[in-house]
C-alpha cells in the first residue's frame, strides 16, 4: 500500500518541478503573457517560448492572433533554423533575427504544412513569428531591428536569465 504511495507522490514531485536539470524555469503557464517588444518601429505584443516544449508547441492550435501580436522563439546559439506548421491553423510569417536584433529575413509559411521552411543562413539567434504579412504591412523588413532590450525585460519577466539568450 505505501509502495504505490510513495510512487504516486515521486510522479506528482517531477510534474511539479519547475526547473530543468540546467536550472532554467519552464515558466509553463508564462507562455501565455504578451510583452511588448518594438520591431523597427512597431509595438508588438509577443508571447516568449524559451523551453524545448514551448517552442515545440509554438503557435500549434492557435486559431486567432490580435493584429500586433505574435511569438518569439528563443535560442542559445546562432543556427540555421527550421520551422513546419503542422497543427497550426493560420498562415504565419516569420522572421529570422541576428544575435544583434537585425531581421534577416522574413518568409511565409502557410496553415498546416509539414514541410520545413529554414533560414538561409546559420547565423540566426531567435525567431519571430507574426500573422501572414504582418511584417509587409507595418514596414518591418530584413535590415530592421528588433529592440533587445524589449526581448531583456521579456525574458526576465518569465524568470529566465537573459543573457543565455541574448549577450
Not at 3 to 23: E, I, M, Y
Not at 82 to 104: C, E, H, N, Y
Request: glycine share 8%.
Amino acid at each position: 500500500m505505501i509502495r504505490p504511495f510513495l510512487s504516486s507522490v515521486a510522479l506528482a514531485l517531477v510534474a511539479c518541478d519547475s526547473q530543468h536539470a540546467s536550472g532554467t524555469p519552464t515558466a509553463e503557464l508564462g507562455i501565455e503573457a504578451r510583452f511588448p517588444v518594438r520591431m523597427g518601429m512597431v509595438l508588438s505584443q509577443l508571447r516568449i517560448a524559451a523551453t524545448d516544449l514551448e517552442k515545440a508547441r509554438g503557435l500549434m492550435g492557435v486559431t486567432k492572433l490580435n493584429d500586433a501580436e505574435g511569438m518569439a522563439f528563443m535560442y542559445d546559439a546562432e543556427t540555421r533554423m527550421s520551422f513546419w506548421m503542422k497543427d497550426t491553423p493560420l498562415d504565419l510569417d516569420i522572421a529570422f533575427v541576428a544575435r544583434d536584433g537585425t531581421v534577416l529575413e522574413v518568409r511565409t509559411m502557410t496553415a498546416g504544412d509539414t514541410e520545413t521552411t529554414a533560414s538561409s543562413t546559420d547565423q540566426v539567434r531567435f525567431a519571430i513569428e507574426m500573422r501572414a504579412g504582418w511584417f509587409r504591412d507595418f514596414g518591418v523588413k530584413p535590415g530592421e531591428k528588433i529592440n533587445l532590450d524589449d526581448m531583456r525585460s521579456a525574458l526576465k519577466a518569465r524568470g529566465f536569465d537573459a543573457t543565455r539568450f541574448i549577450p
